[in-house]
């Protein structure tokens, strides 16, 4: 297991890129130690706050029967539990809009809110949401990971069985599913190994390639550890097998929404605010981050620009062309400026996470959107910061709300000016990056 250790903990390290702030090593979650007991993130969270797979179910369903304007598509089933993946479509317009959230298990309040957004997008009557839904079409999947988010394992070996979510998968891998088990494979403490989701998307369609089949020996690595599939004259290191069944349903979802944009919503670890804290002010979190996925027109502005031989493909997502791009940021500037009008302390805060591309990932494996021609989709991360000792319950539920409320104002936005031509690129890179820990989940 030692071998595979490099792509785990060092991740971008390994690429020899290094970030505006350091990659450090991570005590919150994100570096996964096989055989030894997650640390800190899930058990951080009450997870009791949460709704299980049922409740999600139940309530998703609810909100079909009484709108009247969602429709509800079972498009997956996770591996092992068999719990359903559920895609909800709801909005006519003309610009398309593709919505994931909880690719990892322990990541659930994007969930929580994108179940407010589908409430209130299928339920209110209001101005502001007969206007977003003539102008824009979501196609959202609140909960791609079913069995991690529900996963129970004897955490505390007590002979009884916790609720502790977690980041992957539940899914072995065998001998014939793939050339060579990918990195991003798992063994678990509680026994059940599993996939991270979110490193095994691949660029190339369906349709034409099967990462599982159509590989070749020398794409691999010498640790026989990731893939880095040669494609339209780049090396994409690390890119994704599609060996989860979940990634294969969103992969689908994608390919058939053919979105005009891409959203995913991740959680982070706990960070300072860059520069808070001087003189009388006590230092405060940053518990919203954003991302942009952009290609080599803003290769300066990276801040992995490759200061050595790094190839392109290591620094941007060179499938991403000029115009994408601008709107990829775009989208992310009116984030912030939806958030920051709303004037609470809660979205001051909000932090840039430095982009770099994971070709196993949601945005940088679907975003090239090759599935219809190469026509490229601007994509955007959020991050939210998990809910810590001076964020109660009760702040958790004001976050949850000023998120969606952020969301929907976003949206809104976005109905107004689809092509969001008065929105400032500048207004994104003007953001700091999180300094301390920034690579840490996505
Ligand atoms: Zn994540």
């Keep these: 297991m030692q071998r595979r250790h490099f792509l785990k903990t060092t991740g971008i390290a390994s690429l020899g890129l290094t970030a505006a702030g350091s990659v450090s090593a991570n005590p919150d979650g994100d570096t996964y130690r096989p055989g030894g007991p997650k640390q800190g993130s ?22 079909e029967q009484r709108s009247g304007r969602v429709s509800l598509e079972e498009i997956a089933r996770s591996a092992g539990r068999n719990d359903p993946v559920w895609e909800v479509k709801v909005g006519n317009g003309d610009t398309k809009v593709h919505l994931i959230t909880q690719i990892h298990g322990d990541e659930p309040t994007g969930t929580e809110v994108a179940l407010k957004v589908i409430k209130q997008l299928g339920l209110s009557d209001s101005k502001q949401v007969d206007h977003i839904l003539d102008n824009l079409s979501f196609t959202i999947i609140p909960r791609v990971n079913p069995y991690g988010a529900m996963y129970h394992y004897d955490y505390n070996g007590d002979g009884s069985e916790e609720w502790i979510a977690r980041r992957q998968n539940t899914q072995a891998w065998e001998e014939g599913d793939s050339r060579y088990e990918p990195y991003y494979h798992y063994d678990s403490p509680g026994g059940d190994p599993g996939y991270d989701m979110n490193r095994d998307f691949n660029v190339r ?30 090396t994409l290191f690390a890119s994704g097998l599609r060996l989860a069944p979940e990634i294969r349903g969103v992969t689908e979802s994608f390919n058939e929404t053919d979105p005009d944009y891409a959203i995913t919503h991740h959680h982070k670890g706990g960070n300072l605010y860059p520069g808070s804290g001087d003189g009388n002010k006590p230092a405060k979190q940053t518990l919203l981050s954003v991302m942009a996925s952009y290609g080599e027109s803003y290769l300066d502005r990276s801040p992995f620009f490759p200061d050595d031989h790094t190839p392109v493909s290591q620094a941007v997502n060179p499938f991403l062309d000029e115009e994408t791009s601008t709107r990829s940021i775009k989208l992310n500037s009116l984030v912030i400026e939806a958030l920051a009008e709303r004037g609470n302390s809660v979205f001051d805060s909000v932090t840039r996470y430095g982009y770099y591309p994971l070709w196993g990932s949601y945005l940088d494996g679907m975003c090239p959107n090759f599935a219809n021609g190469g026509d490229s989709v601007p994509g955007m991360l959020y991050e939210t910061a998990y809910q810590t000792d001076d964020l109660g319950q009760k702040a958790l539920g004001r976050m949850l709300q000023l998120t969606s409320v952020g969301f929907l104002e976003s949206f809104e936005a976005l109905a107004d000016d689809p092509s969001l031509g008065d929105t400032s690129v500048e207004t994104y890179f003007d953001t700091p990056l999180y300094g301390e820990g920034i690579q840490r989940r996505r």
């Design 42 to 63: 899930a058990n951080s969270i009450n997870l009791n706050a949460f709704h299980t797979n049922e409740e999600l179910t139940k309530a998703l369903t609810k909100v």
């Design 205 to 234: 369609p369906p349709s034409e390639f099967n990462p599982r089949t159509d590989d070749e020996a020398s794409w691999w690595g010498e640790d026989e550890e990731a893939m880095h599939m040669p494609y339209e004259g780049h």
